[in-house]
């Protein structure tokens, strides 16, 4: 699973919680989380995931350069998984 997850939106840690149990539960190989799920969602999935945990963020998310291109962004992706 590599995308924003949005749980930093979510002020709940049960929430939380059943999400991480939920990428348990579908086996997910690859829990790759960006900006918007938040450093303290994306602190708890690290802590929880630690081999399967990569963060994914857009690559010069703030130059005018990316800012104004149309073209599709840029991503690195910085992975702590040896099978990818």
Known sequence: MIGGTHLGFLNSDDQLEKTMDAFDQYQLKLI???????????????????????????????????????????FILIVNYSEV
């Open 32 to 74: 790759a989380v960006s900006h918007c799920t938040g450093k303290e969602a994306a602190a708890a999935c690290y802590n929880r995931f630690r081999e399967r945990f990569a963060f994914a963020m857009p690559a010069l998310a703030d130059s005018a350069l990316i800012r104004n291109s149309t073209a599709p962004k840029t």
